[in-house]
């Protein structure tokens, strides 16, 4: 590995005075100075590349496997990530499970280095600033061994700032031992849409005030380990029912409530110091056009989605909330920001609004040659390049990547996993788990009266690197509590032959748990429940992603909500069903009631306990 004179002479020697402080103006100053010049020395090219987080098929930067080479050339026109870095000069690179980047802590590790090397090793080389969608609960790309939190949603429930500083902290930690240096996260949507498809339960809440206090939280223990926040998704994604993954969002808030609502956790984000917020694909009319501009022939407000949008990004964010750190756009494959316009015009359209960094373009030879032409054409200029690359630079300066690029495989052994951490987020989620019904008392279970106990329900495909499925993970813990638990997966949609099986097995049981996975009122989830309470046996029902499950399930005796179904937090719903600690979580989003739902059923806050 190359030393760390190496690494700055590869980095022409401008870098070798760069004193990083602890915020990222703290690298203003003088030390733009260093970086401007570092600036005057690249080329176009470099200059653009600078502004790219690509993805790359493969689990190492120079030997991939053969089916991700293919991949890359598919995609990409490259063999390897070292290829990528040749050929684009990518400033950065987005990790990715399904891309085969993120097999165990170790492989990342090497990963990690390879990319710096290939980038170091290049005239005028830059460090890389790697990234991933790190949010825990549902949305994680490094898995077991690492440590997995609860997730945003599950968090709110807990309500404790601290635990959400904490998460940040332990979780950066992880993330910086094996070289990554910005995660997505935390998400900073203020969820009041009980249908959101997107985002759901990987909010923190619907309350702005709480959502704020956490996401502030979270930064700062993000930050606090040398690791990059990313708040999202700017200006509010927490009130649609359109997923921008597929689809072209409209949220119709005024700009009065869009105040008081969705730009509440983004202040508190960059009154903690943030280092970078993610643009949503979403139309906001009331931010992004004049009222005289809110028409079309189709009725469908005109405007751009926020990505693109110059009075959002640049009125708004920039002047308004006087952010000056990175803004970088969601990828760049969404729908959401594929509408309306080509894959040529999106990277120029998001720089020309205000962004900095083009995330994960769905050819980046066509955004890359986009944005290389608009400057040569003159519809971009250097200087506008200039602004944002040197955004980029203060951060991967803050971040300590010119003088540390790499990282070692002994810090990956003594950070990632380690059993403190993992403790730590056992308790964590131990204050996470909401009682929602609780009739008799059902629950605590006993084991001396309920020791046989039967696990049906819901096996979604568990979150990355978790043990999964949830019927399999409740019934150990349980059994590891001192029950004697089976599992029996039923599925999100069971069928009526399942449904008996169900019951059949119930017979032999002295309890049913039951994990629901968004029940809905003509679903069979909702059959299955209703049957297996006809056995006469103790029903425990856990809706193991949202809460509003319970409004669909108005005969249970008791119901659990745990926000999401890893590990972490399927054991600690055991632990409570079994009495070990008692719930603590209240709902950070209130639940309408399935038959009128302009009344609430359970309120924000509501939550029991034993």
């Not at 502004?51 to 080479?69: E, I, K, M, N, W």
């Not at 990409?76 to 990790?95: C, M, N, Q």
């Not at 994680?140 to 609860?150: D, I, K, S, W």
């Not at 509003?548 to 600690?572: F, G, N």
């Amino acid at each position: 590995m190359p030393s760390r004179r190496t690494v700055l002479a590869a980095s022409a020697g401008v870098t070798a005075g760069l004193t990083v402080g602890g915020t990222a103006h703290a690298v203003a100053g003088h030390d733009d100075r260093k970086l401007r010049a570092l600036i005057s020395r690249m080329t176009l090219e470099e200059k653009v590349g600078q502004l790219f987080v690509t993805r790359v098929y493969g689990h190492s930067a120079t030997a991939p496997d053969q089916s991700d080479v293919d991949a890359n050339l598919r995609e990409l026109g490259v063999r390897s990530a070292t290829e990528l870095i040749e050929k684009y000069h990518v400033g950065g690179v987005i990790y990715f499970t399904w891309a085969h980047n993120t097999r165990d802590p170790h492989q990342i590790a090497d990963l990690s280095n390879g990319i710096q090397r290939a980038s170091l090793a290049r005239p005028r080389g830059l460090p890389v600033l790697v990234s991933t969608d790190q949010e825990h609960g549902i949305v994680c790309r490094v898995g077991r061994p690492a440590t997995l939190f609860p997730g945003a949603m599950a968090v709110g429930a807990g309500g404790s700032t601290a635990d959400a500083r904490t998460l940040g902290r332990i979780a950066g930690e992880e993330l910086r031992a094996i070289g990554i240096r910005q995660d997505y996260s935390p998400v900073a949507d203020v969820n009041v849409n009980p249908a959101n498809p997107v985002i759901g339960v990987r909010s923190f809440g619907a309350d702005p005030a709480a959502v704020a206090r956490l996401v502030a939280a979270e930064v700062r223990g993000y930050q606090a380990s040398g690791v990059a926040a990313t708040a999202k998704h700017f200006p509010g994604h927490g009130d649609t029912a359109v997923d921008s993954h597929y689809g072209f969002p409209v949220i119709t808030h005024s700009r009065e409530v869009w105040e008081t609502l969705d730009a509440v956790p983004f202040r508190a984000a960059i009154a903690a110091g943030i280092d970078s917020i993610m643009t949503a694909h979403i139309l906001v009319p009331a931010l992004d056009v004049p009222h005289s501009r809110l028409r079309s022939s189709g009725g469908t407000p005109m405007g751009d989605p926020a990505t693109l949008s110059r009075p959002i990004l640049t009125g708004i964010l920039r002047e308004r909330l006087g952010y000056d750190g990175v803004v970088v756009t969601d990828a760049l494959d969404m729908a959401g920001v594929r509408t309306k316009y080509g894959d040529d015009r999106v990277p120029v359209l998001a720089l020309k609004a205000g962004v900095d960094q083009l995330l994960n373009p769905p050819r980046l030879d066509v955004a890359w040659n986009a944005v290389l032409k608009a400057v040569q054409d003159g519809e971009l200029t250097e200087a506008r390049l200039d602004a944002s690359i040197l955004r980029i630079l203060r951060l991967k300066a803050k971040l300590g990547l010119f003088d540390r690029p790499y990282v070692s495989q002994s810090g990956v052994g003594r950070t990632v996993g380690t059993r403190g951490h993992l403790a730590t987020a056992d308790r964590i989620a131990e204050r996470t788990t909401t009682l929602l019904v609780n009739e008799g008392p059902l629950l605590p279970l006993s084991r001396r009266t309920h020791r046989r106990i039967l696990v049906v329900g819901a096996d979604p495909a568990s979150p990355s690197g978790t043990t999964g499925p949830p019927t399999g993970v409740l019934a150990t813990a349980l059994t590891e509590l001192g029950f004697t638990a089976t599992a029996l997966s039923t599925g999100t949609a069971p069928s009526p032959e399942t449904i008996t099986r169900a019951v059949t097995a119930a017979a032999d049981a002295d309890a049913v748990v039951v994990g629901t996975y968004n029940v809905s009122a003509a679903g069979s989830q909702r059959t299955l429940v209703e049957r297996l309470l006809t056995t006469g046996k103790p029903v425990v029902a856990i809706a193991v992603r949202n809460p509003y499950d319970v409004a669909q399930l108005p005969s249970v005796k008791a119901c659990l909500a745990t926000y999401s179904w890893t590990d972490v937090e399927l054991r600690a719903a055991a632990r409570v069903i079994a009495g070990r600690v008692a719930p603590r979580g209240r709902l950070p989003v209130p639940v309408q009631r399935a038959d009128d739902p302009a009344r609430v059923l359970y309120p924000l806050g509501f939550g029991l306990t034993y």
